[in-house]
């Protein structure tokens, strides 16, 4: 059965020529998969192409993507008191280990434009608490080159403690993993619950100027998932609210091993995943009963991820609970859940407000209007999540300190 999409086109800005060019050919390229897998591709599939896509997806063509010129603003672009918050916390961790043994580091998961790195390290380097190595794991050449030339114009003189990585090292480390808004960036599929559990596959056929025209297909569950179907099946029936049907959601897939991996590098220290989305209860909702899926161009949010391919993001909210029952599985310690408001507050962000000397009275209104769009409900600071994961840690970390919600997982 094909389901339509809407027609956003009328709303939204137009594309320049480069970029048409660009998107036509990652059309191409899907359309190309789609003929040769029998009419129909995943979701899942669609949303790796659409993004990934060598030289061509979302985070590997050379587009702005972050900022004002871009397609959405995150939390390390708003205001560096977000990565000195960070910073308190990894040096928190940092001093732990480091008592008993040497060479720490930290490892960064799709650092963007290397902003988040950047503050970090400056506030670290005031605090004389510099980790050995800050890896940088990035799957999108094109941010890896803005990444190098932000650093090296910007901290030229710790440039040498920043190695990128192409995959998890070999040698496990001791220390922090970060992850900021990189779950939510992982390829999902969307099912449908009704009278029982179909997935959303992505098909094409051309429009009336032989342009491609991708549409919803509903199909069998694939094979990856008819083996979590069961396990699926019970976590729908713990829900307190029953999902009024059909209820259209997302699965990301890729979390248990994500994690599984993370779990298996890190010797000692801390995983911290910062991102938007819920605990499971809250995620299967019946208010979300078209799913959480939504798509950011030139700042505006629409639910059409057939739109511009390449050209757009693509993001999915993240369930909270699989993250934590995975680092269970996976023998990590889950040390904190909270919001990022209550985060960034056990980090200290009150003291660096009160720290912040200017006459300028334009400049305090800015911090105040950036620190507001962090912590307000209503803006970053409910939506948003804080995640610890740990593996040999005594001390409770500073930035579950102020209020602790595991309870809700
Ligand atoms: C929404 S951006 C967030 C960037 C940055 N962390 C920030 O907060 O500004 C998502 C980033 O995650 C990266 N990413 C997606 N999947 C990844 C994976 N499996 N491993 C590492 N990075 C990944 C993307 O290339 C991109 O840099």
Request: with cysteine; hydrophobic share 35%; net charge negative.
């Amino acid at each position: 059965m094909i389901v339509d999409s809407q027609d956003y086109n009328s709303n939204l800005p137009q594309p320049d020529e480069i970029a048409l060019k660009l998107s036509e050919s990652l059309q191409e390229k899907i359309r190309l998969a789609i003929t040769e897998s029998g009419g129909s591709i995943s979701f899942e599939q669609y949303m790796q192409m659409a993004l990934y896509e060598p030289g061509l997806g979302y985070y590997s063509a050379g587009s702005s993507k972050f900022g004002e010129q871009g397609d959405f603003v995150t939390a390390p672009e708003i205001s560096p008191l977000f990565s000195r918050c960070i910073a308190r916390q990894c040096q928190q961790v940092l001093s732990e280990i480091s008592s008993s043994k040497s060479s720490c580091s930290i490892l960064e998961f799709g650092p963007g434009t290397g902003t988040m790195a950047i503050d970090i390290m400056l506030e670290l380097a005031r605090n004389n608490t510099l980790p050995e190595t800050y890896y940088l794991l990035e799957p999108s050449a094109d941010l890896r080159q803005r990444q190098q030339s932000n650093i090296k114009n910007t901290i030229p003189q710790l440039e040498e403690r920043f190695v990128w990585l192409d995959r998890l090292p070999e040698e496990r480390i001791r220390g922090v993993i970060l992850a900021n808004e990189v779950i939510d960036a992982m390829p999902v599929k969307r099912i449908v619950i009704d009278s029982d559990i179909q997935e959303y596959a992505v098909s094409c056929d051309f429009g009336a100027k032989g342009e491609t025209r991708f549409q919803w297909l509903k199909t069998d569950i694939d094979q990856d998932l008819k083996s979590e179907l069961q396990e699926l099946q019970e976590m729908f029936d713990t829900l307190r609210e029953p999902l009024a049907t059909p209820y259209i959601t997302e699965i990301n897939c890729n979390i248990k091993p994500w994690v599984n991996s993370l779990s298996d590098v890190l010797d000692e220290g801390l995983i911290l995943i910062s991102d938007y989305g819920y605990p499971r209860q809250e995620y299967f909702h019946p208010q979300r009963h078209a799913g959480t899926l939504i798509c950011h161009y030139r700042h505006q949010v629409h639910d059409d991820p057939f739109l511009y391919p390449g050209l757009q993001d693509i993001t999915a909210s993240v369930e909270f609970t699989t993250v934590a029952e995975a680092a269970v599985d996976a023998g990590l310690h889950v040390s904190g859940f909270t919001t990022q408001a209550h985060f960034l507050i056990g980090c200290g962000l009150d003291q660096f407000v009160s720290e912040f000397e200017s006459d300028d009275v334009a400049e305090r209104s800015k911090m105040t209007q950036q620190v507001s769009k962090l912590i307000m409900p209503g803006e970053m600071g409910e939506k948003f999540k804080f995640i610890g994961l740990s593996k040999n840690l005594d001390n409770q970390l500073c930035g579950f300190s102020f209020i602790d919600q595991r309870s809700r997982l």
